[in-house]
């Protein structure tokens, strides 16, 4: 099973960003976003790519981080491996944009 809400809820806490946040950033609702979260219902390809956008990783990295722990369980141990060495590079070449906060002092 893939796990979208461990995904979503992981990259979310990554970024540094509430619900509220990134739901107003992708067009939903923070209630609409805690279900998808909690795994009551799965996002929309449409919405996974605005959320790749938001959290400014790409659609591959969210991929990687939704396949569940029985889905790893059901592949051979070489294959695990292979898996989670594919996992750390892309999380290590893509990792989630923290947004940059405004110190108010401008550029000048």
Same mark, same amino acid.
Do not use: C
């Given at each position: 099973?893939?796990?979208?809400?461990?995904?979503? !809820? *992981?990259? $979310?806490?990554? #970024?540094?960003?509430?619900?509220?946040?990134? =739901? @107003?950033?992708? /067009? %939903?609702?923070?209630?609409?976003?805690?279900?998808?979260? !909690? *795994?009551? $219902?799965?996002? #929309?390809?449409?919405?996974?790519?605005?959320? =790749? @956008?938001?959290? /400014? %990783?790409?659609?591959?990295?969210?991929?990687?981080?939704?396949?569940?722990?029985?889905?790893?369980?059901?592949?051979?141990?070489?294959?695990?491996?292979?898996?989670?060495?594919?996992?750390?590079?892309?999380?290590?070449?893509?990792?989630?944009?923290?947004?940059?906060?405004?110190?108010?002092?401008?550029?000048?």
């Amino acid at each position: 099973m893939i796990d979208w809400g461990r995904m979503l !809820r *992981q990259v $979310r806490f990554e #970024s540094g960003s509430t619900q509220a946040q990134i =739901a @107003e950033a992708v /067009g %939903v609702t923070p209630s609409y976003l805690s279900s998808l979260e !909690r *795994q009551h $219902r799965p996002p #929309s390809p449409d919405l996974l790519e605005k959320l =790749a @956008e938001v959290y /400014g %990783v790409p659609l591959e990295r969210l991929l990687f981080e939704a396949i569940s722990l029985d889905d790893l369980k059901a592949l051979d141990a070489a294959d695990r491996r292979t898996y989670r060495l594919l996992r750390s590079a892309v999380r290590d070449a893509y990792p989630v944009q923290e947004e940059d906060e405004d110190d108010g002092e401008g550029t000048a």
